[in-house]
Nanobody
Framework: HVQLVESGGGSVQAGGSLNLSCTVS???????MGWFRQVPGKGREGVAA???????DYADSVKGRFTISLDNAKNTLYLQMNSLKPEDTAMYYC??????????????????WGQGTQVTVS
């Protein structure tokens, strides 16, 4: 049974920073992990992804501002978010992929999801 638990969300002013964390427990043979975000009425948007081998992907909207990192020893995924903008406001979800099929920024590539953590930028 795989569980993902996010933390680190909150409210910040524009230009501020937040660091999200996601701890994974359960089956460990993951291919990659990712961060997604969703606002009411819209689908989930891939924000950043990291493969177990170290490759990373970012949405164009966050390149240069967000950094994803994966600590395999701690089974923890991080998302350092700097220079936050109001349009970054969303529920952020952590996800884990075991089959490794499809784009790392596509939500269909992931089998397991966390419960989400809210990020609000004003």
């Amino acid at each position: 049974h795989v569980q993902l638990v996010e933390s680190g969300g909150g409210s910040v002013q524009a230009g501020g920073s937040l660091n999200l964390s996601c701890t994974v427990s359960g089956y460990e043979n993951r291919r990659h992990m990712g961060w997604f975000r969703q606002v009411p009425g819209k689908g989930r948007e891939g924000v950043a992804a990291a493969s177990i081998g170290g490759a990373t992907d970012y949405a164009d909207s966050v390149k240069g501002r967000f950094t994803i990192s994966l600590d395999n020893a701690k089974n923890t995924l991080y998302l350092q978010m700097n220079s936050l903008k109001p349009e970054d406001t969303a529920m952020y979800y952590c996800a884990a992929a075991y089959n490794g099929k499809g784009s790392r920024l596509a939500d269909g590539a992931y089998e397991y999801w966390g419960q989400g953590t809210q990020v609000t930028v004003s």
